[in-house]
Structure formats: structure tokens, C-alpha cells
T-cell receptor, first 116, second 110 residues
Framework: EPEVTQTPSHQVTQMGQEVILRCVPISNHLYFYWYRQILGQKVEFLVSFYNNEISEKSEIFDDQFSVERPDGSNFTLKIRSTKLEDSAMYFC??????????????FGQGTRLTVV | GQNIDQPTEMTATEGAIVQINCTYQTSGFNGLFWYQQHAGEAPTFLSYNVLDGLEEKGRFSSFLSRSKGYSYLLLKELQMKDSASYLCAVERAAGNKLTFGGGTRVLVKP
């Protein structure tokens, strides 16, 4: 069964450093997303990506964050100058093999980011 | 704005039935999803409702009333492995983001 894969599974970084979280969405999906979940809190939307550009972003997704699809398979989230409050589980998701069909979003296993 | 409410926690006995309610107020609506999330793991898809009514999928069923902004997830014949958080999420438009509720943690006791 196709799945969304994320690397690394855990990342510990010093405050102020840059991190790149990597995702390989399901290959025939058109929409890609990043969500985050701070420990004990709800899943929050960060950004969605369609047709090689950001289609929507939340107020959390400020200039500190950026996304890229550098090739045909990877989808990355870059966090610059990390802060303690960026510590969370970051989930990548993908959906929609076609625009016309409503489907669920498939989530990767997440990257647990700890900023120290 | 968007507001999605669900109870924080529920406890039930193995073999029993539990109903998890979700109410929502959103600026648009394309569908409502239920996901299961075990601690420290990714959300996994359970069900999807677009139209009013009941969708049944094995031991899990989900109901939607769009006019009332209300959904529930019904878990039957509870098993210990069903102990998890259950997340209600609304999609405003196809391909759009999911807005999640806070999740309902279900504890299944022997």
C-alpha cells in the first residue's frame, strides 16, 4: 500500500539553527500539506501546496518557514532560526490523485522536532 | 472563523459501544473526516462524510447532519486496541486544509 514517508523520525536541534524536514508524498497525489502537533495539543495546519506553489498557509507559517518541492518526489519544510516553541511533531500529508475525486489525506509518521 | 468541538475524554468497556460527538462551525464545508491517532503516531483515516446520513465501515460508523453542524463517530464491539484519540476534522473545499478538533481520547477498559 502506498504511504507518505518522512525523514528523519526525530531531530534535535539547537535554538537558532535551521532544520529541514523531508517528506515523500504518495506518488500520484496532487496536494501536499504540512501540519504540526505540539505535545498534548491539536493538529494544526501549516501550509498546503498544489501545482508547484503554496495554495494556502496559516498564520503560523510566517517568514521563518518555507516549503519546496525540489524534484518530482520530495517535499520539504525548512524552519529557519528555530525557537523553543517550534518543538512539535511535524506531519506531512498528501491527497487527491485527481482534482475531481474527494479523498482523504494520508499522513506520514511524523518528524519529532525538539529544539533545545 | 472555524470552531470544532468534541469531548476531551471518554471511557468505555471492552465489547461496548461508544459515540463520539463533534460539532462544527466553519465558513465553508466540503466534508467531515474522522481520524484515529495513537499516542506519538500519525493520524490514520477512519471515515469521511459529505452528505447527510450514516456511513458504515465495519465496527466504525459515522453520521453527519450538515444543517446542524453535527457529526458523530460510533465505535462498536470495542477492543482494547481502540484506546486512542479520535480526531474530527472539517475540509472547507476539495484539496483544502483540514481543520481539526482537539480530539477525544477514548480509554477502553477490560
Amino acid at each position: 500500500e502506498p504511504e507518505v514517508t518522512q525523514t528523519p523520525s526525530h531531530q534535535v536541534t539547537q535554538m537558532g539553527q535551521e532544520v529541514i524536514l523531508r517528506c515523500v508524498p504518495i506518488s500520484n497525489h496532487l496536494y501536499f500539506y504540512w501540519y504540526r502537533q505540539i505535545l498534548g495539543q491539536k493538529v494544526e495546519f501549516l501550509v498546503s501546496f498544489y501545482n508547484n506553489e503554496i495554495s494556502e498557509k496559516s498564520e503560523i507559517f510566517d517568514d521563518q518557514f518555507s516549503v519546496e518541492r525540489p524534484d518530482g518526489s520530495n517535499f520539504t519544510l525548512k524552519i529557519r532560526s528555530t525557537k523553543l516553541e517550534d518543538s512539535a511533531m511535524y506531519f506531512c500529508a498528501s491527497s487527491h490523485p485527481t482534482r475531481e475525486v474527494n479523498t482523504e489525506a494520508f499522513f506520514g509518521q511524523g518528524t519529532r522536532l525538539t529544539v533545545v | 472563523g472555524q470552531n470544532i468541538d468534541q469531548p476531551t475524554e471518554m471511557t468505555a468497556t471492552e465489547g461496548a459501544i461508544v459515540q463520539i460527538n463533534c460539532t462544527y462551525q466553519t465558513s465553508g464545508f466540503n466534508g467531515l473526516f474522522w481520524y484515529q491517532q495513537h499516542a506519538g503516531e500519525a493520524p490514520t483515516f477512519l471515515s469521511y462524510n459529505v452528505l447527510d446520513g450514516l456511513e458504515e465501515k465495519g465496527r466504525f460508523s459515522s453520521f453527519l447532519s450538515r444543517s446542524k453542524g453535527y457529526s458523530y463517530l460510533l465505535l462498536k464491539e470495542l477492543q482494547m486496541k481502540d484506546s486512542a484519540s479520535y480526531l474530527c476534522a472539517v475540509e472547507r473545499a476539495a484539496g483544502n486544509k483540514l481543520t481539526f478538533g482537539g480530539g477525544t481520547r477514548v480509554l477502553v477498559k477490560p
